[in-house]
């Protein structure tokens, strides 16, 4: 049977490649590669990459790969893939759908290629590397994805034995001597898979793709300019502090202009593929430029990866008035930003200067609306956020409450019944504000007689259900904290003057493996758990992998930077 690929079966023969992850290895894949300049040996993928791509994500460095396949090992969902293989073969008689079917049979047969995988060995007999170089990018808008192979031959070898065994036959052809797949022959834009200088090389290309536009998806054609020969990656990672194991970024304005003036037959190509016309900007590009300018675009990488310690970093770049005027939101929350305890959550927001500052935005819009017809709906939009937020909670709770931190210090069961100790600190410009706004909900709290820096006082309520922890409440000059099952006023006291976090951060949160050490023996114990013994499992998992993960929003020079952090055990 000659089975029709779909797109999505296409992104399922991308686990055919695995575990990806960035490495450059320094193997010599090609005699092209044998001539490159010297600047370009550590990094050779980099040659296809445009220098005026819209987009691009690649690295320059690498780790051993026995290294990342220990990781692999560690990190691993520790569930049976038989077992997993098992359920996918026995829902396989329920589908009629043939895209579906055809994704879900490359699945198992992938799957099966994998079951006997136990070593770094058997990674490179399959043709694979644990962790190969990476490189997603646009000729134009065209996206390119290469994938580095340990061994091109084995991984056809592989490649065929998973076709064969999902009985797919996909189309071959040819261009310039190089041949490839199409794995969607009939539809307009069709997927193309090739396998060339010890590269897995995927995209997206027009039905009738010209054999031009295809020798430079197959990198026969390298471009004028390359972000090898710029050494713009390297800058990009300079001047964000990011590692050389994987950084990108997207541009807008590039992005924008090559919809509206198409400069690569990428772009050309794909737009008659689809039918779809160029953007008509020439009424709008004032307002794009304006946009573009405040908004340059996206970048992205790490800042820590040594295989033990790894984040992960987004910026969303903006202009200096913009990261100014972000600054000014930032309050100093105790605890903010901190790890103690198994987990928490908080946010730092000046909400009186949130008010200011959309209203300034607001009013910039109205004064000078955006012009063009496509852009109508951000002029609509700045009127109803500041409608929205000129509400009365905000302008009650604004003034006296500027943020918080919540911290969770034991998880266990009393009774039946999930018990839970720890902090909840809210920040303050006047905190005694706070407090009788607070009273105006909970009466029982302006009864307390609290002052800052006074004894805790314990809050007592007959609104609170019977097996609640022993609540107490402290008050400082800048903030309020209330504690379930922590009595020690010390604590308390430590509590509302432990420092913020210097990061400038908007929100943060933290949650360790004996966070979810507790939630397992939790749910273990619960009287009726519905958690599957699969879920239960897997929290067991990441209790004894993770050490800690942390995750935030902070104001970056360049803008507003969003991460995530691990540390393993």
Known sequence: MKTKLSLAVTAALLSAGLLTGCSDDNESTSAATQEEAPKNNAAPILKYIPADSPYFMASRDSFPEQDVFDLYQRTQPIANLESDLDELRASLADVDDEALRSMMTLLIATGEELLDVETLDDVHALGLKISPQIAIYGLGILPVMRIQLHDEDAFRETLQR?????????????????????LTPEAPVKAILAIEDQQLVLSMVPQDASDELLTQVLGNTLPESSIGDTGSLAELEQRHGFTPYGAGQLSFARLLNELSNPTHTGTQAMLEATDTE?????????????????????????????????????????????????????????????????????????????????????QQVRENPFSCDELQELNSAWNEANLAINNPIMMMMGPSLSGFNARINSLTMKNGEPFATGILTLASQNPLTLLSTASSFAPELGALGLEPGGEAKQVESTMLPPDTPELYVAMSDTAIALSAGISDSSVLQKELEAPASERDLLLHGHMTGEFYQSMVKVMEQMPANDASEFDIEMLKQYGDVYKNMEYWFRVDDAGIEMSFSLELN
């Open 162 to 182: 998973i076709l064969t065994k999902a009985d797919i036959t996909p189309n071959e052809a040819s261009t310039n001597g190089t041949n490839y797949w199409v």
């Open 278 to 362: 160029q953007l008509d900007l020439s009424s709008c590009q004032a307002d794009i430029d304006r946009i573009t300018s405040r908004f340059p675009g996206v970048v992205m990488g790490t800042r820590e990866n040594d295989l033990e310690n790894m984040e992960m970093n987004l910026i969303l770049e903006t202009d200096e008035e913009i990261v100014s005027d972000l600054r000014a939101l930032i309050t100093q929350v105790p605890g903010l930003g901190n790890t103690e305890g198994m987990a928490s959550i908080g946010l730092g927001l000046n909400l009186p200067v949130l008010v200011q500052t959309v209203q300034k935005y607001a």
